[in-house]
């Protein structure tokens, strides 16, 4: 029997995903219930409890020390609750006193979606090694999280980080946010998806019509496309620059669909990059794809917890 | 004899300023020279070395354990070296080691001169009380500092907090630093007099064509003059917010020359924030004008060299 587990929840929009993680970061058990997001929030409540009880019924449970929870934002980690943007059920709805109650009492950390993936990036990725680091998702949206000074910092109510709504274009589009010319605005994947669609590009024999349709186009040379990723990786390099140069971090990781596009994003990235980031404190700034795949909220939210009740994480290169 | 001093200096474009402060960032003894800005490196040190000397004729001199340096970036705390954008003497100038050259051997701390300013602030001014901060000074340029979780944020080469080179207008004017849209191109004095004047804004009877001029017209009505502080506000405003929704804090502390045009500036500035600040976590967040004045320099240098030796700052409300 393993012991000293923690069960982590990544709750998004679509999914409700759980696991019991070790202290190497593997996964032991697994659940995963869809979001019921149009409906009631104790409605969503019930999927939660669902994905607790699934590795509750695993005979690993009695292992589990802690719970991490890594949420679509916002979250208000000071006060325990959260309220997903696209899950207008709960605003402000006392998860972290939920998911207590469900697990008999076990202690519970809340980060934001942004700040789990970049505790599991820093943790067993790509930013391992980096006391300064900034970790992204490029995706439906773009979210991110920071590392400063060796440590996670979620900031006191564990949304620090949120790289998408940040102006790089004042005067630029309405976000839905109420902002002008954030980087999700200009730089998510249905943002270039619509960039392509307004200046004339049109969607191959299969029909797609999103971002992977137009990194399909780009990589066969058409120019419109190449344009909405160009723009993309613009307002990414003035966003990932604004933050080196506030905070001082030395790489950015890049993960999510969009960047899943690979060098058409990242090689016009780095070019803005060097126009963007212009101080000798800043110039060395290197930007890498994500390694963590799609169990980095999973993960994060286990290294949140772990962080949180000040156990050291095991060290990847002690294995 | 009061012991325990510091020896702090804050050194900018146009002055050398130097004092020994106490532990309540009382300034105990100053000294002053011009900085020959266009001399060579040398003569700047000769310079540095003249008002130390003046501190070391003082007899409180003996009481001196520390020095503790602001200066224009970009510096390299790690490095020890300064390469101040106005002084081109100095590139990559070992001021840290000549420093303590010169005090006998004395530990040294190095800050940018917005980390500085930051420190005096958090110490004993407008953000004293705030555990996650920026303090910003708005003048011939923008420069600024950060509070994260209770402590000085200076970043691993002393330089972070520069938000006057954030972009928030990425296809905007060319900035000096090789960006576009930066903070400080739009919100800088100058800039304020440069876009009033390209409007057809004309000076008074004074002849005074600078910022001050600007909010002269601005206060009697002209609407080119209040249009001119408008679009700085509103820079600072995206820029202020970029910050708060990276890192998550409650306020902004804004000194400097421009800040001194009163509601001229933080009116709209209130106003432009509510537009840029939209997330739940940032909405709270409000700005208010420095306290510290012409010694915020020497104080937050004192404070910064306090902090680096580990002994707690002398709390305000005890003395």
Not at 18 to 40: F, H, I, M, N, Y
Not at 137 to 159: D, W
Not at 254 to 281: C, Q
Request: hydrophobic content about 50%.
């Amino acid at each position: 029997m393993q012991t000293d587990l923690v069960a982590a929840l990544d709750i998004g929009g679509t999914k409700i995903a759980g696991a019991l993680v070790d202290r190497d970061g593997g996964l032991v058990v697994r659940a995963q219930r869809p979001t019921p997001a149009r409906e009631s929030g104790e409605r969503v409540m019930d999927a939660v409890g669902g994905v607790l009880a699934d590795l509750a019924a695993s005979p690993y449970w009695g292992g589990a020390t802690a719970v991490g929870i890594g949420s679509a934002g916002p979250v208000d980690a000071a006060a325990g609750t959260v309220s997903p943007v696209n899950v207008p059920g709960w605003r402000g709805f006392p998860l972290v006193e939920r998911v207590a109650d469900a697990t008999g009492g076990l202690p519970v950390t809340l980060v934001g979606d942004g700040v789990a993936i970049t505790a599991a990036e820093h943790w067993l990725g790509a930013a391992r090694g980096h006391d300064n680091a900034l970790c992204m998702v490029v995706s439906t949206g773009v979210g991110g999280g920071l590392v400063l000074g060796g440590a996670l910092h979620p900031g006191p109510s564990g949304n620090a980080g949120h790289i998408g709504h940040i102006s790089v274009d004042l005067d630029g589009d309405l976000c839905p946010c109420g902002a002008r010319g954030c980087v999700e605005r200009i730089a998510s994947g249905p943002n270039i998806a619509r960039r392509a669609l307004d200046a004339g590009w049109r969607p191959g024999p299969d029909g797609d019509a999103t971002a992977v349709g137009v990194a399909a186009a780009a990589r066969a040379g058409d120019p419109v496309a190449v344009a909405s990723f160009e723009r993309a990786a613009q307002a990414l390099a003035a966003g990932i620059a604004a933050t080196a140069t506030l905070v001082e971090i030395d790489i950015a990781v890049i993960g999510g669909g969009v960047a899943g596009a690979g060098e058409l994003l990242f090689a016009p990235l780095r070019t803005a990059l060097r126009r963007y980031a212009t101080l000798s404190f800043v110039q060395h700034l290197t930007v890498v794809p994500a390694v963590m795949g799609n169990d980095a909220g999973l993960v994060g939210a286990a290294a949140a917890a772990l962080a949180t009740t000040a156990r050291p994480l095991a060290d990847p290169l002690s294995r």
